[in-house]
């Protein structure tokens, strides 16, 4: 069975500062998705970013990167400028290629706050 | 139209009640998914649908029946809940039943059990 594992309960940054979420994963499958979703006070899940395990090249989406290390099963959320609508908690989640159901597999979360 | 519309946004149910939430997309995406969520932990898959067939139940309680009527509209059915029940009930849907590319959530329904 996949499991996902986010370490960081909480976690806080200043605004315009740099912050790095981490995430790791266990699973025995070659090829699977990671994905970081955003879940701000509004309650609404943001997909933030999308990683396709067999791609090399870690994704980019404007100040959010990721770093994957596939190897070590991590897959941290760096989130550049931080800024104060970047408050909300963090949901790592896994997904098999095969998965014909699916299903999202989800870590516990990191809430984040951006400081003023 | 690029969004997952949830109503009611918030409902409170006494324990003999039967309500229904409903979920509604338009941007002609196959599978419909509905999840539980608690305060301050991740989403729980409840049920899949693919095509309008239900393809995953996640072990759920009868008390909580699903339907989907056409491609664009889930509803999820709720008779005699228990207070434990109570959460953020999140409806998404996908381009299809892999979704490789994420889900769109709706921004949920509040349910409180009494």
């Known amino acids: 069975a996949q499991t996902v594992t986010q370490s960081q309960p909480e976690m806080s940054v200043q605004e315009a500062e740099t912050v790095t979420l981490s995430c790791t994963y266990d699973?025995?499958?070659?090829?699977?998705?990671l994905f970081w979703y955003k879940q701000p006070p509004s309650r609404q899940m943001i997909l933030v970013i999308r990683q396709e395990a067999y791609k090399q090249q870690n994704a980019t989406e404007n100040r959010f990167s990721v770093n994957f290390q596939k190897a070590a099963k991590s897959f941290s959320l760096k989130i550049s400028d931080s800024q104060l609508g970047d408050t909300a908690m963090y949901f790592c989640a896994f997904m098999k290629h095969e998965d014909r159901g699916g299903k999202l597999i989800f870590g516990q979360g990191t809430e984040l706050s951006v400081k003023p | 139209d690029t969004e997952v519309t949830q109503t009611p946004k918030h409902l409170v149910m006494g324990m003999t009640n039967k309500k229904s939430l409903k979920c509604e997309q338009h941007m002609g995406h196959r599978a419909m998914y509905w999840y539980k969520q608690k305060a301050k932990k991740p989403p729980e898959l409840m049920f899949v649908?693919?095509?309008?067939?239900?393809?995953i139940n996640e072990s759920v309680p009868s008390r909580f029946s699903p339907e989907c009527p056409n491609s664009s509209l889930l509803n999820l059915h709720l008779h005699a809940l228990q207070p434990e029940d109570s959460a953020l009930y999140l409806c998404a849907s996908s381009q299809d039943v892999r979704p490789l590319y994420g889900y769109t959530f709706g921004s949920g329904t509040r349910l409180t059990v009494v």
């Open positions: 649908y693919s095509y309008e067939k239900l393809s």
């Open positions: 699973t025995s499958e070659s090829n699977y998705y």
